[in-house]
């Protein structure tokens, strides 16, 4: 049997295996075993570039000293408590959010396990501040394009048709608008009550989009006016993926509450909500809570991976990379221009072949993804140098030069002589 034959009937196991234990969701590109820096390797020893990160989770990379220290140290000391207790890991990492997002003494931090399960729980600190104000009826609102989860109250936030319609009926009170300043504004010149209007400050699975210009401070006015919260889902932009620790704090305004997770433990599950002011007043004992939500293994982590983040100064490289990368990008074949901030970064095409080029970047060994049929989506570890941008560049550039010629092929084939 030749390599090929064996490397074949391997892929063919694990595929079957898959298929057979796994529910049917999808995605199973790749039987990835191991990983350093901003490298990966599957079972056949195929190398990939990452520039995916788990999905803006790996900012350090795959297996980052530091990770590995703070998981192995935390975990041979004590792991998990219950929430009747406090640890120290926790307690540590609830004061590092706070002063990184500028609270002030006023911030209160809850602590949970993913991205969904924060939104979740500003989904109630949204209910619990409508019935403060007596507004039992008040909507919460959030843009079309979103992405807030996949559980129903955060599904219920994420208007997109392919997700929701299997699920109805969703979580009801809930409004969508589109992310446009008139909307934003007739939103709160309507008659409806709202109790908070909840917006990620960049759309990372819309393809990275961005805001309208002023679209932050005029809907922190609006909310200010109408009594409303304004919650920042900062899931993806959070943790200093924008080269600022939060992306709000590049537009100058104050929210009542950021959700945060994805980068925020480096691929240990953690996630969080930190609340601003009289937000922090909301919750009380009995309202919420989380078994495995502020464990001291994950706080750890978190609190390792933030100190890290500080003494090598990674933000400065987060957006020195980031500017770097997208000046490459511009001009290659088949790029219409890049959008985003720091390492988050959507590469929008020419063309709606941005599966095409994910593929063809997958098999030239270079991970990427394809949010949308015409964008290109990457964010790569924080730790990223010369060696890595050359190694994107040149591959990235070789799998759109493959996709452009294969096209402009078919199109002379199908051009009769
Ligand atoms: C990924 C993501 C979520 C969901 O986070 P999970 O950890 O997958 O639950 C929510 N909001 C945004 C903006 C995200 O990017």
Known sequence: MSAHQTTDAATAAWQDAAARDLMSLGGRLALLTRGEGSHVWDADGTRYLDFLGGIAVNS???????????????????????????????????????????????????????????????????????????RQDAVIASLHGAFHGRSTGALALTPKAAYQDPFRPLLPGVTHIEPTLEALEELFAGGEQVAA????????????????????????????AHGALLILDEVQTGMGRTGHWFAFQAEGVAPDAITLAKGIAAGFPLGAVVTFGDASDLFYPGTHNSTFGGNPLA?????????????????????????QLRAAVEGMPLVAGTRGSGLLIGIALTAPVAAEVRATAHARGLIVNAPTDDAIRIAPAYTIGDAEVAEFTSTFAAALEEVASRHAAATTEGNPA
């Open 197 to 224: 209007l909840v917006v990620e400050p960049i759309q990372g699975e819309a393809g990275v989009l961005p805001l309208p210009e002023g679209y932050l401070r005029r809907a922190r006015e609006l909310t200010t």
């Open 60 to 134: 350090l990379g795959h297996a980052h000293p530091v990770f590995v220290e703070a998981v192995s140290r935390q975990a041979a000391t004590l792991a998990h408590v219950s929430n009747y207790f406090a640890t120290p890991q926790q307690l540590e990492l609830a004061a590092r959010l706070k002063e990184l997002a500028g609270t002030g003494e006023r911030g209160r931090v809850f602590l949970a396990n993913s991205g969904t399960e924060a939104n979740e729980t500003a989904i109630k600190l949204a209910r619990l501040h409508a019935a403060k104000t007596g």
């Open 299 to 323: 706080s750890a982590v978190a609190n390792a991976v933030i100190q890290e983040i500080q003494d090598r100064d990674l933000l400065a490289n987060v957006t020195a990379r980031g500017a």
